[in-house]
């Protein structure tokens, strides 16, 4: 079978001329001579999509990638034709169709200038094994452009010259360059002359992508079923791109509760009860910061999910009780496998309400997984969703249990070569009855979708904790994602960064990788730079398999402790920074990672950078992923930030070395910046505290910064309870000024901030708060210049001579 897009012209097929137009509305039906039907719709003045049917008809439309709540409506759209195109005008985007051939180009409308065009463009290929097409589609590759994203893709950041395949897999050790591993996001960004754009293929069959790698000059897409059927979302910012396709495909329901952006500690498994208490006990007497423990697998009652291994656990809810009186959330996993056991009350009732997925013949597909021999729930059937759901009430309601974790829903069998389900099993598709050649790769996210309605649920009034393995786009409106089974190796470090930010491009912020490497054990050296890696990324666990070893901080000697409680602490100290960034993902899609690309497309030189990141908008950060380093070179973008650790400033634009020993990463802050900082605490709500700091680093121009807050669980926010604030800095040579702008009916405990100034060229002379000048001994002027201010202020003004 022909799989690829080669111009093998025996297997191909392509449109012929265009013999009818008509347009209805936001849509815009071209049809040619053999029958083929492109489907243009103008999503926004930005996005345009399209869908080609080979046989005159398009199936039902239907997405569980597409958000209800996108963004619709344009400014502008007008048809017009020429002799050889039809031409859709939109007040930022020029498309031409070619009345021939169906081809497309689009065009900047404002410059004019061309983004992208068809090569082929649509052609498909009839499937003589499965019925249907395989739907490809072909475009030029222009000059020096390159290609990013594509969800959780094991490689650099840059995907040009790369060819890969979207089918959700298990896959236990995967390396670097495996390729597809758990999930299937797919979606691309790309950028040539300074234009970004974006390319969204909305197909849950097997899709695959090629950019440059089988022709130097085609970049490609094509999927074993299904429609063609394509969104193209124009930037020309990168960062606009992720923004329209997260709103496309959704953003996070619900900011998660603060105390899930802490630090969790995990392992397959802790048991029984004393080990557990162990741990978390250990935590609190080395004073490492922790806000959740996990439960793998061996709390169950033989891996049957929903139950309780009473010999390891007699009593879940006091033992969930009591950590959470010790701080700790409790998050436990919970798999689609269902254990073939008639006296399992869940297996019981699923049989009898006919919930589990069956072959194409009849009988239920049985696979192995941790229990033995399993049936699977069809999670694409509403009522299996919510049949689901219900089943988290004891879990949630009852014992207290904070989170749940979504495993093996690729989903995974084993013993099978193919390591999951055989093409024939049929899905409901939510009334679009099909199989799992179509289902497969959105089957993990339906069952993360019933856990989060379950949690939801049964958490109220508080909010939903969800982590799941597989995933397909928009699953990030319902979960935060972890990369599955990695290994402890440098290698592996590197390639969790690499997908830290690749998964923030595409979509999907809320996630990080099992710190440390999950299959062997890491050395101190790698643990404690694993550490400071994931740290900033917004999912932060250390997980790793049963039989590696141990992997709690403390277990690599006293100078690796001392080196993740350093870090851990920092991660606890930028919260409010980390949840403000969260609060602008959910609000405008806004990744919270930033390749260098993203951050500064114009600067070719960020093209090609894999390993240094923005997190947020101001801090950057470039983890050490080799031994026995005492520094790193590394590319500072654009513009002047300071070190972190030493204050020096430093003028980006090149490439610089950096001194980082074992208990130093390079961190980078923005000048300008107004970064905000609790104190340590142990987790997140130890403490009620009366002030929080912002650190000011001076900058000789403006700079803007803002600090969210709210009250870091529950639904009040949505109401209006929350506080959003604008810090205006404006540094001259002997000046700084701070202007703050407060939205939102919120009111944090705290009164006070103290604002400690990084910096300054100057020495103050005189300081005024709100126009009245105030007395000099406030400011502690020995090592640190700083002051403590009521957090109402409206305008900071510091002179200096
Ligand atoms: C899978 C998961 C891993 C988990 C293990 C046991 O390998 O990826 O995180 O610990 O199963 O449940």
């Known amino acids: 079978m022909i799989v690829n897009t080669e111009l093998e012209q025996k297997g191909n097929l392509f449109p012929s001329e265009i013999i009818n137009y008509y347009k209805d509305v936001d849509k815009l039906y071209f049809t040619t001579k053999n029958n083929v039907v492109l489907k243009v719709t103008v999503v926004r003045d930005s996005v345009i999509r399209f869908r080609y049917a080979t046989t005159g008809k398009f199936e039902k439309d239907f997405s569980y990638g597409v958000t209800i709540h996108a963004s619709t409506?344009?400014?502008?759209?007008?048809?017009?034709?020429?002799?050889?195109?039809?031409?859709?005008?939109?007040?930022?985007?020029?498309?031409?169709?070619?009345?021939?051939?169906?081809?497309?180009?689009?065009?900047?409308?404002?410059?004019?200038?061309?983004?992208?065009?068809?090569?082929?463009?649509?052609?498909?290929e009839e499937s003589y094994e499965f019925g249907g097409d395989i739907v490809k589609?072909?475009?030029?590759?222009?000059?020096?452009?390159?290609?990013?994203?594509?969800?959780?893709?094991?490689?650099?950041?840059?995907?040009?010259?790369?060819?890969?395949?979207?089918?959700?897999?298990?896959?236990?050790?995967?390396?670097?360059?495996?390729?597809?591993?758990?999930k299937a996001i797919p979606f691309y960004t790309a950028i040539q002359d300074n234009k970004s754009y974006g390319v969204f293929f909305d197909n849950t069959f097997k899709t695959h992508f090629d950019f440059s790698h089988e022709r130097r000059n085609v970049t490609s897409f094509w999927a074993q079923g299904g429609e063609m059927n394509y969104y193209f979302i124009y930037g020309p910012k990168m960062e606009d791109v992720v923004k329209n396709y997260t709103d496309l495909t959704g953003k996070?329901?619900?900011?998660?509760?603060?105390?899930?952006?802490?630090?969790?500690?995990?392992?397959?498994?802790?048991?029984?009860?004393?080990?557990?208490?162990?741990?978390?006990?250990?935590?609190?007497?080395?004073?490492?910061?922790?806000?959740?423990?996990?439960?793998?697998?061996?709390?169950?009652?033989?891996?049957?999910?929903?139950?309780?291994?009473?010999?390891?656990?007699p009593d879940p809810k006091r033992m969930v009780t009591e950590l959470e009186d010790d701080g700790f959330k409790t998050v436990v996993i919970i798999d689609p496998g269902i254990k073939i056991d008639l006296e399992y009350d869940v297996f019981k009732e699923a049989l009898d309400k006919d919930y589990f997925c069956k072959r194409a013949d009849g009988p239920y597909i049985k696979g192995k997984v941790w229990p033995g021999e399993c049936y699977f729930p069809d999670f694409t059937r509403p009522e299996v969703r919510d049949w689901w759901s219900g089943l988290f009430q004891e879990l949630i309601e009852d014992i207290g249990v904070k989170g749940v974790w979504n495993d093996m829903n690729e989903p995974a069998v084993m013993d099978v070569p193919?390591?999951?389900?055989?093409?024939?099993?049929?899905?409901?598709?939510?009334?679009?009855?099909?199989?799992?050649?179509?289902?497969?790769?959105?089957?993990?996210?339906?069952?993360?979708r019933a856990t989060y309605h379950g949690l939801k649920k049964y958490a109220y009034p508080k909010r939903p904790f969800v982590i799941t393995r597989s995933a397909y786009s928009g699953a990030q409106r319902y979960t935060s994602t972890w990369m599955g089974d990695n290994v402890a190796t440098w290698e592996h470090l590197a390639i969790?960064?690499?997908?830290?930010?690749?998964?923030?491009?595409?979509?999907?912020?809320?996630?990080?990788?099992?710190?440390?490497?999950?299959?062997?054990?890491?050395?101190?050296?790698?643990?404690?730079r694993w550490i400071q890696l994931g740290v900033f990324h917004a999912f932060c666990r250390v997980h790793s398999s049963r039989d590696h070893g141990a992997q709690e901080p403390w277990v690599f000697g006293e100078e690796i402790t001392d080196i993740v409680r350093k870090f851990v602490e920092l991660r606890?100290?930028?919260?409010?920074?980390?949840?403000?960034?969260?609060?602008?993902?959910?609000?405008?899609?806004?990744?919270?990672?930033?390749?260098?690309?993203?951050?500064?497309?114009?600067?070719?030189?960020?093209?090609?950078?894999?390993?240094?990141?923005?997190?947020?908008?101001?801090?950057?950060?470039?983890?050490?992923?080799?031994?026995?380093?005492?520094?790193?070179?590394?590319?500072?973008?654009?513009?002047?930030?300071?070190?972190?650790?030493?204050?020096?400033?430093?003028?980006?634009?090149?490439?610089?070395?950096v001194d980082a020993d074992l208990d130093i990463m390079p961190i980078f802050i923005k000048e300008g910046t107004v970064l905000p900082k609790y104190p340590v605490q142990q987790f997140v709500g130890e403490m009620k505290f009366d002030e929080i700091t912002l650190d000011v680093y001076y900058k000789n121009g403006q700079e803007t910064s803002k600090l969210y807050d709210d009250a870091h669980d529950g639904y009040d926010y949505k109401k209006g309870r929350f506080s959003l604030r604008t810090f205006k800095v404006t540094g001259k040579k002997k000046e700084l000024i701070i202007q703050q702008h407060k939205r939102g009916e919120f009111n944090a405990n705290y009164t006070k901030f103290n604002i400690v100034f990084h910096n300054l060229p100057f020495a103050i002379t005189s300081i005024q708060i709100d126009?009245?000048?105030?007395?000099?001994?406030?400011?502690?002027?020995?090592?640190?210049?700083?002051i403590t201010i009521d957090k109402e202020f409206t305008e900071l003004h510091l002179f200096g001579n």
């Open 73 to 124: 409506g344009y400014n502008k759209l007008r048809v017009t034709e020429n002799e050889t195109h039809y031409i859709i005008t939109t007040s930022k985007l020029v498309c031409l169709v070619e009345k021939l051939s169906l081809q497309v180009s689009l065009y900047d409308a404002i410059d004019n200038k061309l983004i992208n065009e068809d090569e082929i463009g649509f052609h498909w």
């Open 137 to 182: 589609m072909s475009k030029v590759c222009q000059k020096a452009e390159s290609y990013y994203g594509l969800g959780d893709k094991p490689v650099d950041v840059n995907l040009k010259g790369k060819r890969f395949e979207n089918w959700a897999t298990d896959s236990y050790a995967f390396g670097k360059n495996t390729d597809p591993i758990y």
């Open 252 to 313: 996070p329901h619900a900011l998660p509760p603060l105390w899930a952006l802490g630090f969790h500690q995990c392992k397959w498994s802790y048991y029984p009860e004393s080990n557990v208490k162990k741990v978390t006990n250990t935590f609190r007497d080395l004073k490492i910061p922790c806000d959740a423990i996990y439960l793998d697998i061996d709390y169950m009652d033989g891996f049957r999910c929903f139950t309780w291994d009473k010999k390891y656990f």
């Open 418 to 448: 193919n390591k999951s389900f055989p093409d024939d099993v049929r899905h409901d598709f939510d009334g679009n009855p099909c199989s799992h050649r179509k289902a497969h790769n959105i089957y993990g996210t339906q069952m993360a």
């Open 496 to 528: 969790a960064n690499n997908q830290a930010q690749r998964m923030a491009m595409s979509g999907f912020s809320f996630a990080g990788s099992d710190i440390g490497g999950f299959a062997e054990q890491p050395q101190g050296e790698l643990f404690a």
């Open 572 to 657: 606890y100290q930028l919260l409010p920074y980390l949840y403000t960034s969260f609060w602008k993902y959910i609000n405008d899609g806004t990744p919270i990672l930033k390749s260098l690309v993203l951050y500064d497309q114009e600067d070719e030189a960020t093209h090609y950078r894999s390993d240094e990141f923005i997190y947020g908008e101001q801090i950057l950060v470039c983890p050490i992923q080799e031994p026995n380093a005492k520094g790193r070179r590394m590319y500072i973008p654009r513009g002047k930030w300071y070190n972190f650790w030493t204050d020096e400033l430093v003028e980006g634009g090149k490439e610089l070395w």
């Open 771 to 786: 126009n009245a000048a105030i007395k000099l001994e406030n400011i502690n002027t020995a090592e640190t210049q700083a």
